[in-house]
């Protein structure tokens, strides 16, 4: 009865890997298998499941929903739908956990699974323990009596994103990449206000037109281009499961998570004045000092969207968000991560903040920074050459932060150099106000990793 996963597919925030190659039908199986017995061991009974638009997630949640049942949970899937959609559906129907099959902003081939339990991220060890119950065959078993219902929540979860809508009418371009989101958003845009074009809404599991990830500047060329022709006010992009937003100005200027972040906490503050707001250790530094000179109070947290949730828990933190576009309200909403719904904040922020996008990008502080750099480097000597790095760096005396790497503040600005917790690669990042500044910060970076035998080689991909 035992089933081992692929070791890759385990991973830190989530359960993913290649289709037919290190995820299958088994897997999803031995994955409903676990969350079933732990959730029932911890007295829960029922959960959602959602799926992407990918062409292997019918299958995969076949399996998953026969695992579920077969270790004694209800399931009510809720069909295909962004990711948020699922948490939204976990967070309001009367359910104890929720699963979302989805790749996220993955290649085509890929596919894994979202988890949610009892109202927290289900991440980290959890997923561990998946791994070892899975070995051990160690499944209870249910009665026969289990049921599969269906939910349509996709209008209630529409309804849900505009409930208290107060934003202006605006020209808006709409990218939703052929992602899950597509479905989402031409029910959404007929609800606001103003004139809207969406491209790429319709559903495709093969990605024709562009990879579904905002976050890389080369995704979003369609979305300019409508933009300019046009001649819109600005332009929202969404990843392959729409729970990280992109976005760009009136000229086609790309507007960063972190910048996105420092917009949104404008009405935020207004609303809950002093309140903490989270950002991971990538963020500009322009970004904190904009949180605390609106009267918030900035906080620096790891990156991962699991570890920010649990955040703002405990912080009470009412916004927070990654530069990776993962926006998580609280005020006004459940606190997790929703592209829709932080693409529906936006807007009313823009309005209530009464100056357009393109101006609030061009108030921004000029900063030179580099794009997050990835470079390949052996699992076993990850975390070890952070570790170093930060010994040496100690021992100079340097002005360091901790949080989650090493991110290493100058006179220039600032550089991190962290470990990912979700692939063999370590992340670098620096931002100074000049470009000499930039290049001196990145001589130390370059003078960290030769100092650990590494140099900063060919990027590795995502």
């Excluded at 295909?80 to 104890?96: K, S």
């Excluded at 969404?238 to 404008?266: K, N, P, Y």
């Excluded at 609030?360 to 076993?380: C, G, H, I, W, Y």
């Excluded at 990145?442 to 995502?462: F, K, N, Y």
Aim: contains cysteine.
């Amino acid at each position: 009865m035992a089933h081992r996963f692929d070791p890759t597919s385990l991973r830190e925030y989530d359960i993913r890997g290649i289709v037919g190659e290190a995820l299958g039908p088994d897997d999803a199986r031995a994955i409903g298998r676990g969350f079933a017995t732990l959730l029932r061991r911890a007295g829960g009974k029922r959960v959602a499941v959602g799926r992407d638009g990918r062409l292997s997630s019918p299958m995969l949640e076949a399996a998953l929903v026969e695992g579920l049942t077969a270790s004694g949970c209800d399931v009510v899937r809720i069909g295909m739908g962004p990711t948020p959609m699922l948490y939204y559906a976990e967070a309001t129907l009367e359910v104890d956990g929720g699963i979302q099959i989805t790749g996220s902003h993955n290649p085509g081939n890929y596919n894994g699974f979202k988890m949610v339990f009892e109202h927290r991220p289900f991440f980290g060890e959890d997923i561990q323990t998946i791994g070892r119950l899975a070995a051990a065959g160690d499944w209870d078993d249910g009665d026969g009596s289990e049921t599969v219902t269906d939910a349509d929540v996709l209008d209630l979860y529409v309804d849900r994103l505009v409930a208290g809508y107060a934003g202006g009418a605006y020209r808006i371009g709409w990218d939703t990449g052929n992602g899950a989101a597509g479905p989402v958003v031409e029910k959404l845009v007929k609800l606001l206000p103003g004139e809207h074009h969406t491209i790429f809404t319709e559903v495709d599991g093969n990605f024709p037109n562009h990879h579904p990830d905002p976050t890389e500047e080369k995704n979003l060329a369609d979305l300019k281009a409508l933009v300019a022709s046009k001649n819109l006010d600005f332009g929202l992009a969404f990843d392959g499961d729409g729970d990280r937003l992109g976005a760009i100005d009136g000229q086609g200027r790309v507007v960063w998570g972190d910048q996105l972040l420092s917009i949104l906490a404008e009405p935020v503050l207004r609303v809950e004045p002093g309140a903490t707001i989270i950002a991971d250790v990538k963020a500009s530094q322009a970004l904190y000092d904009r949180i605390a000179e609106l009267g918030g109070t900035p906080l620096m947290w790891k990156t991962g969207h699991s570890l920010i949730k649990t955040k703002m828990k405990e912080t009470h933190a009412p916004l927070a968000g990654e530069m990776s576009g993962h926006i998580f309200f609280a005020q006004d909403y459940y606190g997790f991560d929703d592209a829709q719904y932080a693409a529906v904040r936006l807007i009313q922020a823009v309005h209530v903040i009464g100056k357009s996008l393109t101006q609030l990008k061009d108030e921004m502080p000029a900063m030179v920074n580099t794009p997050e750099m990835r470079f390949q480097v052996d699992e076993s000597r990850k975390f070890a050459v952070i570790d170093e790095v930060l010994d040496r760096l100690e021992a100079e005396g340097a002005d360091v932060n901790r949080t989650d790497g090493a991110r290493v503040n100058t006179p220039d600005g600032w550089w991190l150099l962290r470990a990912s917790n979700t692939q063999d690669v370590l992340v670098a990042r620096a931002e100074a106000k000049s470009q000499e500044g930039l290049d001196r910060l990145m001589a130390m970076i370059d003078a960290q990793l030769a100092a650990s035998g590494l140099e900063r080689g060919p990027q590795a991909g995502h």
